[in-house]
């Protein structure tokens, strides 16, 4: 039992380790589509 | 000249006739000039290439894809035969598995539990056993309700509340395929080694691995039906693993067609490791009377050892001195 | 109530993307996400086409078939909506959608790839509320409610984009077609609607 609850507790932090993980390499549309003279200075964007 | 003036004239003329009593586009257009003589036709690209791609001008060049009318297919493919494999293996299997208990019952350990056990999986096993099936009941309950949940749990719950549930088993699929594929490759590096298929295995099927009748065959650490079950989970996981991640990163592996035959593939694939995983979990928990031992404590009962992995008990005991069991 | 649709004259389409550009204006489409886009095909060749494509809110539609929590509803006119409410942004859609009309708001993987948006036929939400501000933040603006036309086909600077119900339209690609003598024909429609325009 305590190997298994080990087990399902190191499973939920390699999941959450993978939502950071992943997160790093998202791209929001407007970053991805963007050209690179393309300024992005809407609310919440950074400026360019 | 002026003749051939006048038949230009003339034939000027009767075009809009023609067109008027049987309108035929290859008629010359009045302009003189026949655009359509190198015009590309949409069924003509979709016969030689199923789908029509041009040029786009946004950054988006996934975009570029007009038409891929292949769509229609994977649509069809999954609102209608998916479905009833789903129902098929799932309920089969779960049908399967009830009639075989109330036909051979509980498999006992003959003459009751032992007093003595032995240590048949270490702490770290256990572990990456219970890694990769803990993350793997999520994935295949999430998985299920991406198949049909809108059928079986959407009309119980209402809109709001299945969007919300499945949001989150949504994200439980993806993230637990982490951990899933990690037990895996760990399962694979530590007891490959016991599941080389050899002839004994034979013999254990040959002899339907003794679920009937009272005779055990041979086996030494894991059985011929335990070995099937490593391969698919290694195989089977592994092609999981490698349709999912195609699936999860978008656009990064292949394309659209690439990735309706990736969700085609990996949804077989697991409803044929759905099937094998329930016979597997019956067997390690109600089917056999001493099996979540090995899986839960480690410990078996040596009685229950000798007569399911005869020979492994053999090598356990050889290894150690005979004063070195561990007193109970 | 009429069964609307969108019919792209490719001989008349130019690319000028107009449409693009109106799309995105009418609905405020964020950056980076495309409604409505011009493809062309045999880009610099002889007989070289454009079309402009968006949702064509199909007959049968395979993303309302696909949706794993049956967030598309399709309104009397026939326009395909769906919910941003119960959207997951799985993904699912975009692989069924003959069109590439699906679009989300992040790229990467499709865990967390946002809602997802795509034509509305300027029709707003599925929700009602017609032509409230929260409506047009969500879905973008709801012209059918006002008695017009998406702006796309209204804007076209060569009226190559026709919207509104099918009949009529495709009426008038056919007398078109009869009177210049020639025409590629209405694209998309025989995957989206089963049907074409003969003429």
Redesign the interface.
């Known amino acids: 039992m305590r190997v298994f609850l080990i087990a399902v507790t190191s499973m939920i932090a390699v999941a959450v380790g993978a939502y950071y993980g992943l997160n790093l390499i998202q791209k929001p549309a407007d970053v991805a589509f963007a050209v690179s003279g393309a300024r992005l200075d809407a609310p919440g964007q950074p400026g360019g | 000249m002026f003749k051939a003036a006048l038949i230009a004239l003339l034939l000027a003329a009767a075009i809009p006739t023609a067109h008027a009593q049987a309108p035929s586009r290859q008629e010359a257009p009045a302009s003189g000039f026949n655009p359509t003589a190198t015009e590309v036709k949409e069924q003509d690209l979709l016969n030689a290439l199923s789908k029509v791609e041009g040029r786009i001008s946004i950054p988006d060049t996934r975009a570029a894809t007009l038409i891929q009318p292949a769509g229609q297919t994977w649509r069809d493919y999954r609102r209608g035969p998916l479905l009833w494999i789903t129902a098929a293996i799932v309920l089969g299997m779960m049908a399967l598995l009830t009639l075989f208990y109330l036909i051979r019952g509980r498999i006992r350990i003959e003459g009751g539990r032992g007093t003595r056990t032995v240590l048949r999986f270490g702490a770290f096993e256990r572990f990456m056993h219970w890694v990769t099936a803990a993350s793997w009941c999520v994935l295949a309950v999430s998985g299920l309700n991406i198949v049909a949940g809108s059928r079986v749990l959407l009309p119980l719950i209402g809109q709001d509340a299945f969007s919300t549930v499945s949001g989150w088993l949504k994200y439980s699929h993806n993230f637990l395929a982490f951990p899933f594929t990690s037990g895996v490759v760990l399962m694979l590096l530590v007891w490959v080694r016991h599941n080389i298929p050899n002839r004994m295995d034979l013999e254990w099927f040959r002899q339907g691995g003794g679920l009937f009748g009272h005779r055990h065959p041979h086996s030494r650490k894991f059985n011929g039906g335990q070995k099937a079950v490593f391969w698919i989970v290694v195989l089977g996981g592994g092609a999981l693993a490698a349709t999912g991640f195609t699936l999860m990163f978008p656009f990064y592996i292949t394309d659209v067609t690439g990735m309706q035959l990736a969700q085609i593939a990996h949804g077989g694939v697991s409803l044929l490791m759905i099937g094998a995983m329930l016979g597997h979990i019956y067997i390690g928990s109600v089917g056999m009377e001493g099996a979540l031992d090995a899986m839960n404590s480690g410990q078996v009962d040596r009685k229950w050892a000798a007569a399911h992995h005869d020979l492994w008990l053999a090598e356990v005991d050889a290894k150690s001195t005979p004063s070195g069991h561990p007193a109970e | 109530m009429a069964r609307v649709k969108f019919l792209c004259d490719a001989?008349r389409c130019i690319?000028c993307?107009a449409c693009?550009t109106a799309c995105k204006n009418a609905n405020e489409v964020?950056?980076?996400?495309?409604r409505r886009?011009?493809?062309?095909?045999?880009?610099g060749?002889?007989?070289?086409?454009?079309?402009s494509?968006a949702c064509m809110h199909c007959t049968d539609a395979?993303c309302a078939?696909?949706?794993?929590?049956?967030?598309f509803f399709t309104t009397a006119d026939a326009v395909v909506l769906h919910s941003k409410?119960?959207?997951?942004?799985?993904?699912?859609c975009?692989?069924?959608?003959?069109?590439?009309a699906p679009?989300?708001?992040?790229?990467?993987?499709?865990?967390?790839?946002g809602k997802m948006d795509k034509c509305t036929y300027c029709s707003g939400g599925p929700e009602g509320a017609d032509g409230s501000a929260a409506e047009f933040a969500k879905y973008g603006a709801n012209r059918m409610a006002e008695g017009k036309l998406p702006l796309c086909a209204e804007m076209c600077s060569t009226k190559a984009l026709l919207a509104g119900d099918g009949e009529i339209i495709a009426q008038i690609y056919r007398e078109r077609?009869?009177k210049?003598?020639?025409?590629?024909?209405a694209?998309?429609w025989?995957?989206a609607y089963k049907e074409t325009v003969n003429?």
Not at chain 3, 37 to 43: E, G, K, Q, S
Not at chain 3, 86 to 91: A, E, K
């Open positions: 001989d690319d993307n693009v964020p950056w980076g996400i495309n886009r011009v493809v062309t095909i045999n880009d060749k002889p007989g070289e086409r454009s079309v494509m395979p078939a696909v949706c794993p929590v049956d967030c409410d119960l959207c997951i942004g799985c993904g699912y975009f692989y069924a959608c003959p069109f590439g679009q989300y708001p992040k790229l990467g993987n499709f865990g967390s790839r077609v009869l210049r003598g020639y025409g590629s024909g694209w998309g025989q995957t003429v």
